[in-house]
């Protein structure tokens, strides 16, 4: 969910110190000062250690509750430093100041003509202060946690065992979906650092394709090798696709000399791999070709046993149809046991020394939920809630962690790290609900265009843009407590089991005697997974009525238990839910990044998400789950956090509205926003420039460069025009006719035949989504035009034609925001960012020709300077998003 400004990761952030359970962002100033700055700089990152300094450990120690029992700290915990966070909160105070100052200001002088556009301008500018407001709250004091490894290791080498994960996969559709990404997902959590009889992998197939379980069965042959590798050698990362495309990088193995030849045969290896699943599409229809022949009148998928897929069909039929199958759990690795078990030496028939290396592997599931029609299937969320039910009885670990299809591990050490917080806490904090790490998604784009957003805003970086703040939602690489999800409020472990006993009570879970059986052991964290010995009759059966639509039928599965439903953002709900209830969150961070993923390249692709993603927030203020609703357990600047994002969306009416405003200067006589106008002006640019100042802070502690801010605000530009007012738009349709929206899944697939990776990055889909910051582009392209007309025609040093430059100024400002949509939407010539510029130089001497020809006959000098407000929509959104 990486969360937003942009997206609504960036909006969401609290960080709230899972330590003691009290927020620590914001009012603590004191607690900044020098007393509490360790002597020790941060270790992960040598560049972050002119920003960062660790809080002191006596501190860290004193807060967890005074378990006293000497057990290192296996987390650490770092501020900004006070050289930067002092000045950083005094351009906070001061811009509030200067917006209160502006505000009275303006009331003190009120437009007595246009009163209508003033007062739409003021409601304006306060909504404007208010979510800014909404926004800066939770980022006061800015932290971050580390997790330490080293001392995990220790404790797990000494006393302690490492509690069971259970790892779930989604996807639904081979091809929307590229198998090659969920293969390479499922394989980088197969060679994790972390022991394999302690995690098992899920992967939840919505599709219910063959294609799918076979493309399994390939990864479960060739982990076998690729995982023992992984751990000769120690490789990183354990995605082969991405290892494999990786330059050369210092060797961490113990034996480098074996490096080459084993790197080189793994390799040939996979390419092989890569081959079979590729094929597996054809392999499948021939196979069932050639048994279709053989059953006369039948047109099944076969599987390679010879018996009917259970699933869907190639050619769909009556229960094999997609949304109208049954129900498939099949497990592909079983459990190991928990001996381990040493590879063997190199020999004839097996060219790789693995004699020494830990062989076995963890756990592996398929599953395919049932599907009826006439029942909301609920997307991904549904497919959550049956993961959670299927492997509560096939492992029931303690803690769970979800990936989309197209995320994979990037660091091996990545369920290591949670533990770090969750084991941390035992004595002080057992509320410590969920941990999340920010995810980095991949570079998938060398130029300069709106696709390096991708980077910026999904991975940690976007987050980190007032980041290493708690997520305020919940979703890909947050790994949380089973029990937590069940819908339990925070422990007192005791009162938990006659909390689960009551809740049974109303039928919350569903009628699974054997399910509900597992629900007290899952909030066991001391428990090691012991799955059913034999997956006989009876399991079947209750892993079928598991799986069924109509399991949740008259339960609470959605609302209070799982993942919740009927909304877009089910993960930002779903957190919520836990926080509302006093779930603690930490939010942390590791080098390299944790985990990493896939987004869009494709503008129109890439705007549907931030639909999605803002048309969820929106739902979510309209709904149950609206922050302001929940009891006194939230926290309150969780609360402020939750509230900016599930309103962010709405403060881009105003800058549509601000945004289009040249259009009145085109036509009409004239009209001020503000009189002074002068005044006016000062006043906006002061604000506008200490937002920046105060984006100039955090761009510093979040460690992105300049160049990735300043995309960050294009990006935001591109969807303030048109995505969220669209959103906003679609909320009130609701509102009024009370039908939701529709949201198609992210297409992940690359038209990509042509073998150039960024193809999708030329390719526009014309879809009236692009209406609107089309429309704005063009308004302000003829308002430049007509500023340059009329610089021409009374002469720069005029007054007119020195407002007009001004005015220009703000429109040029646009512009330069919407400078990589309009290259999107130039597809194949988007290459060409010259042809743009001369279009519009073009585009712009025209009008000012016409301008200068066809003279307005208004009083054009006063006029122009309406056009110079438009600039504040730019700056006010772009940072305080
Ligand atoms: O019926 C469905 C639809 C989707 N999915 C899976 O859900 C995941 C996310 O769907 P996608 O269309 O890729 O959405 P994104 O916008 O890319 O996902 C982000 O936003 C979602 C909504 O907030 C979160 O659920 C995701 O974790 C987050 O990565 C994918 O793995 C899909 O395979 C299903 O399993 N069943
Ligand atoms: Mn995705």
């Known amino acids: 969910m990486a969360s937003a400004t942009v997206t609504r990761r960036i909006n969401?952030?609290?960080?709230?110190?899972?330590?003691?359970?009290?927020?620590?962002?914001?009012?603590?100033?004191?607690?900044?000062?020098?007393?509490?700055?360790?002597?020790?700089?941060?270790?992960?990152?040598?560049?972050?250690?002119?920003?960062?300094?660790?809080?002191?450990?006596?501190?860290?120690?004193?807060?967890?509750?005074?378990?006293?029992?000497?057990?290192?700290?296996?987390?650490?915990t770092y501020k900004v430093k006070g050289s930067i966070l002092h000045p950083y909160r005094f351009m906070i105070l001061l811009r509030l100041i200067a917006i209160v100052a502006f505000f009275g200001w303006r009331m003190r002088h009120k437009n007595h003509d246009g009163a209508w556009l003033w007062t739409m301008s003021m409601t304006g500018d306060v909504w404007f202060g208010f979510s800014w407001v909404l926004n800066q709250l939770p980022k006061l004091n800015p932290i971050k946690r580390v997790p330490d490894l080293a001392a995990l290791a220790d404790w797990h080498g000494s006393s302690g065992e490492l509690p069971g994960i259970d790892v779930f996969v989604t996807t639904v559709d081979p091809v929307d979906e590229p198998i090659l990404y969920t293969v390479n997902s499922i394989l980088s959590i197969l060679a994790a650092d972390y022991p394999v009889d302690k995690y098992a992998c899920y992967l939840s197939d919505d599709g219910g394709t063959l294609v799918h379980y076979e493309a399994m069965v390939e990864v479960a042959k060739f982990a076998e090798l690729w995982v023992p590798?992984?751990?000769?050698?120690?490789?990183?990362?354990?995605?082969?696709?991405?290892?494999?495309?990786?330059?050369?990088?210092?060797?961490?193995?113990?034996?480098?000399?074996?490096?080459?030849?084993?790197?080189?045969?793994?390799?040939?290896?996979?390419e092989e791999f890569k081959v079979r699943i590729d094929s597996l599409f054809s392999t499948i229809r021939q196979r069932s070709d050639a048994y279709n022949a053989k059953h006369a009148g039948e047109n099944a998928t076969w599987m390679a046993d010879g018996t009917h897929w259970p699933g869907t069909w190639f050619e769909p039929v009556e229960n094999h149809r997609r949304g109208q199958h049954a129900g498939i759990v099949q497990v592909i690795l079983d459990h190991p046991n928990c001996k381990p078990r040493l590879g063997l030496p190199a020999s004839v028939d097996n060219p790789f020394d693995f004699s020494g290396i830990e062989v076995r592997l963890p756990m592996l599931v398929y599953i395919s939920r049932e599907k009826r029609p006439g029942y909301n299937h609920q997307k991904k969320a549904g497919a959550m809630n049956v993961m959670l039910r299927v492997s509560a009885l096939l492992s029931n670990a303690p803690f769970v962690i979800n990936f989309d299809c197209d995320h994979y591990t990037n660091n091996s050490q990545a369920f290591r790290a949670p533990m770090c917080f969750m084991l941390d806490l035992h004595h002080g904090g057992d509320d410590t609900a969920f941990v999340q790490f920010p995810q980095r998604f991949d570079d998938v784009d060398p130029t300069d265009r709106y696709a390096n957003h991708n980077r910026v805003f999904f991975d940690g970086t976007m987050l980190s843009l007032n980041g290493l703040q708690g997520p305020s939602y919940l979703g890909t690489g947050t790994m949380f407590r089973r029990v937590a999800l069940y819908g339990v409020e925070p422990p007192r472990w005791g009162a938990a089991s006659r909390q689960i006993k009551d809740m049974n009570k109303a039928n919350k879970f569903g009628t699974s005697t054997p399910f509900i059986g597992t629900m007290l052991d899952g909030a066991n964290q001391e428990r090691s997974i012991t799955p059913p010995a034999v997956i006989d009759e009876s399991v079947s059966c209750e892993l079928a009525a598991l799986t069924a639509c109509a399991y949740e039928d008259g339960t609470s599965w959605g609302r209070?238990?799982?993942?919740?439903?009927?909304?877009?953002?089910?993960?930002?709900?779903?957190?919520?839910?836990?926080?509302?209830?006093?779930?603690?969150?930490?939010?942390?961070?590791?080098?390299?990044?944790?985990?990493?993923?896939?987004?869009?390249?494709?503008?129109?692709?890439?705007?549907?998400?931030?639909?999605?993603?803002?048309?969820?927030?929106?739902?979510?203020?309209?709904?149950?789950?609206?922050?302001?609703?929940?009891?006194?357990?939230?926290?309150?600047?969780?609360?402020?956090?939750?509230?900016?994002?599930s309103t962010y969306p709405i403060v881009t009416v105003f800058i549509f509205a601000y945004n289009l405003f040249p259009v009145m200067w085109l036509v009409s006589e004239q009209f001020y926003i503000q009189r002074p106008f002068g005044t006016y002006l000062l006043y906006l640019v002061g604000v506008i420039a200490m937002i920046h100042v105060i984006g100039m802070f955090e761009v510093k502690w979040a460690g992105i460069t300049l160049l990735d801010w300043c995309r960050n605000e294009q990006f935001y530009m591109i969807g303030a025009t048109g995505v969220y007012p669209t959103a906003v738009l679609y909320m009130a349709l609701k509102l009024v006719t009370g039908k939701g929206i529709y949201f198609r899944l992210t297409s992940k697939q690359t038209t990509a035949c042509s073998g150039d990776k960024f193809a999708d990055l030329y390719t526009v889909r014309w879809v009236p989504l692009l209406i609107p910051t089309i429309l704005i582009l063009v308004v302000n392209v003829a308002a430049v035009g007509v500023a340059v007309g009329k610089a021409a025609a009374c002469g720069v040093i005029s007054e007119p034609g020195r407002l007009a430059a001004l005015g220009m100024v703000f429109n040029v400002w646009i512009l330069v925001l919407l400078y990589p949509f309009a290259l999107g939407i130039m597809g194949q010539w988007g290459k060409r960012p010259a042809v743009l510029f001369v279009a519009m130089v073009m585009a712009v001497a025209a009008v000012a020709l016409m301008y200068v020809v066809f003279r307005a006959p208004y009083q054009a000098d006063q006029w122009l300077g309406v056009a110079a407000s438009l600039g504040k929509t730019a700056s006010l959104t772009g940072s305080s998003g």
């Open 12 to 76: 969401a952030a609290l960080h709230v110190d899972a330590t003691n359970g009290n927020g620590v962002a914001g009012g603590d100033a004191a607690a900044a000062t020098g007393s509490h700055t360790a002597k020790r700089n941060i270790s992960d990152g040598g560049k972050d250690d002119d920003v960062w300094v660790a809080v002191d450990e006596a501190d860290v120690s004193g807060a967890s509750g005074g378990d006293g029992g000497g057990r290192p700290p296996l987390f650490r």
């Open 229 to 270: 590798f992984c751990r000769k050698h120690c490789v990183e990362p354990r995605a082969p696709e991405n290892y494999f495309a990786m330059k050369t990088q210092a060797y961490k193995g113990g034996v480098p000399g074996e490096l080459m030849s084993d790197h080189r045969r793994v390799r040939r290896e996979y």
């Open 560 to 645: 209070d238990v799982g993942w919740v439903y009927n909304i877009a953002t089910e993960d930002v709900v779903t957190g919520f839910r836990m926080h509302r209830q006093g779930w603690r969150s930490v939010y942390a961070s590791m080098e390299p990044a944790a985990f990493r993923g896939t987004a869009p390249i494709n503008l129109t692709e890439r705007l549907y998400q931030i639909l999605r993603w803002s048309g969820g927030s929106l739902e979510m203020f309209f709904s149950h789950s609206n922050a302001l609703l929940a009891g006194c357990r939230l926290h309150p600047l969780q609360r402020v956090a939750y509230l900016n994002m």
